[in-house]
T-cell receptor
Framework: EAQVTQNPRYLITVTGKKLTVTCSQN?????MSWYRQDPGLGLRQIYY???????DKGDVPEGYKVSRKEKRNFPLILESPSPNQTSLYFC???????????FGPGTRLTVL | KQEVTQIPAALSVPEGENLVLNCSFT??????LQWFRQDPGKGLTSLLL?????REQTSGRLNASLDKSSGRSTLYIAASQPGDSATYLC????????????FGRGTQLTVWP
């Protein structure tokens, strides 16, 4: 089944403890992207990747890192999480620039 | 910076009504535009994608159009049903920086029997 998977789905952590949210797609998509969704603010793009080893900042990249070492994976790294990074995070992928995005199920992160 | 406005923010209608949801971009240079639905506590489901060379797309009771000159898109839902209740989101890709995508805050739709 074609899908985008994210792990973990739920995470509660404490300020300053490094964490990684994984994202994987099995559709051989070139493009992958991370978003956060906050009440009243909607979805905002954090980072995106047009292909392997190519990453670019979105709207809200501060406090996040990403890497794209292989096509199928696009992990989101929070080196020192803070409470303002408490949010619902979505990963998405698509083929090239003329095709629809497919979204993962989301990761709900709480930073205490 | 691109700003995306969706109007109305919320809509409550009886079953059977035809609906129009609106989305507008401050920068009209939109490359692609995609409409999604999101059910409470769930992820995003793609509804329609209008590619750069297109002006509208149709799928069943849904029709989406894009006016690139004004940076406005409309999602038309015909003969609404209670199962259409969800939040509808529009997402535009920047024409000047491919890969940069911008979402509106959504229209929360309730269709009652």
């Amino acid at each position: 089944e074609a899908q985008v998977t994210q792990n973990p789905r739920y995470l509660i952590t404490v300020t300053g403890k490094k964490l990684t949210v994984t994202c994987s797609q099995n559709m051989n998509h070139e493009y992958m992207s991370w978003y956060r969704q906050d009440p009243g603010l909607g979805l905002r793009q954090i980072y995106y990747s047009m292909n392997v080893e190519v990453t670019d900042k979105g709207d809200v990249p501060e406090g996040y890192k990403v890497s794209r070492k292989e096509k199928r994976n696009f992990p989101l790294i929070l080196e020192s999480p803070s409470p303002n990074q408490t949010s619902l995070y979505f990963c998405a992928s698509r083929t090239g620039t003329l095709n629809e995005q497919f979204f993962g199920p989301g990761t709900r992160l709480t930073v205490l | 910076k691109q700003e995306v406005t969706q109007i109305p923010a919320a809509l409550s209608v009886p079953e059977g009504e035809n609906l129009v949801l609106n989305c507008s971009f401050t920068d009209s240079a939109i490359y692609n535009l995609q409409w999604f639905r999101q059910d409470p506590g769930k992820g995003l489901t793609s509804l329609l994608l209008i590619q750069s060379s297109q002006r509208e797309q149709t799928s069943g009771r849904l029709n989406a159009s894009l006016d690139k000159s004004s940076g406005r898109s409309t999602l038309y839902i015909a003969a609404s049903q209670p199962g259409d209740s969800a939040t509808y989101l529009c997402c535009g890709e920047s024409g000047s920086t491919l890969g940069r995508l911008y979402f509106g805050r959504g229209t929360q739709l309730t269709v009652w029997p």
